[in-house]
């Protein structure tokens, strides 16, 4: 079973920061890559970022761009999403979830072709509010 479990939502100010997490269990991350999604009330989910299973490729969504940073720290099993400038339109439930090569590879796009992904995370709420 791919257990993943994200981590670091919350309330923030417009211009803030967080940090989510996303730890693997019960398998290793290493031979995976790792997508991060989301979904705002209201709204389909949409990708964000992904990140090579060789940690060597990274892509954005336009709209998070040059504000949010994939990184990946295999030897703790985990996927980092560094966010900065929040806006209140980041507001969503944020998903991470993992599949292999070469079905899913980060090649160049945050979306993931249908069926491509081996397991989803249960998500964690970040609400960007004044």
């Known amino acids: 079973q791919l257990l993943l479990v994200e981590s670091g939502g919350g309330l923030v100010q417009p211009g803030g920061s967080l940090r989510l997490s996303c730890a693997a269990s019960e398998f290793t991350l290493d031979y995976y890559a790792i997508g991060w999604f989301r979904q705002a009330p209201g709204k389909e989910r949409e990708g964000v970022s992904c990140?090579?299973?060789?940690?060597?490729?990274?892509v954005y969504a336009d709209s998070v761009k040059g504000r949010f940073t994939i990184s990946r720290d295999n030897t703790k099993n985990t996927v980092y999403l560094q966010m900065s400038s929040l806006k209140p339109e980041d507001t969503a439930v944020y998903y991470c979830a993992v599949g292999r090569p070469p079905y899913y590879d980060c090649s160049g796009s945050v979306e993931a072709p249908m069926g491509a992904l081996d397991a989803w995370g249960q998500g964690t709420l970040v609400t960007v509010s004044s």
């Open positions: 990140i090579s299973s060789s940690g060597g490729n990274s």
